[in-house]
């Protein structure tokens, strides 16, 4: 109840352009392996495997929109997926920017309804009993835009699903 709240003021915030950015530099390797670690504990059933290509230097962003970003994702990919499911979390960086990219083996979101994944309140049909309330990529959405940044989903029903985000490493340049 408190996190539906949280989630529904943190949405009412953003639609009135008073979501706070407040980038800072941050080492991104160190920040998704302690992100993984504090998760980790909480999911015993589910293993998530990072990868990291590189280091990511000189990166800027608002830490508390990152953590909703990477944690909504992680979270989503474990519940959705089946005990005993790995989660792939992988990082790169190229000059330019990082590309974070969370994968499943979980039960996938039909084709027809990926474009409305992003709508608040908006679930597919294909959750069956699994509980949320469709906030949370409502959420990452808002986060990305304010770091100017992009997310594609790639997904198919009983295979699996890919998110994969895109932030410039430092948007003044
Ligand atoms: P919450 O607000 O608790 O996060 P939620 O998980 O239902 O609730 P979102 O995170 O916004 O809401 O996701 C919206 C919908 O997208 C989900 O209800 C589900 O249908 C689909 N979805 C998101 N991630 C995945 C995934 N990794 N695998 C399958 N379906 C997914
Ligand atoms: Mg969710």
Redesign the pocket.
């Known amino acids: 109840m408190t996190q539906l709240l949280n ?1 529904v003021l943190l949405i009412d915030q953003s639609e009135a352009g008073r979501l706070e950015f407040n980038p800072q530099e941050i080492d991104l390797n160190q920040f998704c392996r302690d992100l993984i670690d504090e998760m980790q504990i909480s999911v015993p059933n589910h293993k998530i495997a990072w990868n990291s290509e590189n280091n990511c230097l000189n990166a800027w962003m608002d830490e508390k929109l990152l953590r909703q970003i990477l944690s ?1 994702l992680l979270s ?2 474990i ?2 997926s089946p005990l005993g499911g790995i989660v792939y979390f992988e990082l790169i960086c190229t000059s330019q920017s990082a590309i974070f990219r969370v994968q ?1 083996a ?4 039909p084709l027809w309804e990926q474009a409305h ?1 992003f709508d608040s309140f ?3 049909t294909n ?1 069956g009993t699994i509980s ?7 959420i990452i959405l808002k986060s990305i835009d304010l770091h100017s940044g992009l997310i594609a989903v790639e ?1 198919e029903i009983g295979v699996g ?1 890919t998110f994969t985000v895109t932030l410039p490493l430092n948007q003044i340049g």
């Open positions: 989630d909504n989503n990919a519940k959705y499943d979980g039960i996938g979101i994944l908006y679930r597919a959750v949320g309330t469709g906030l949370g990529l409502a997904s699903t």
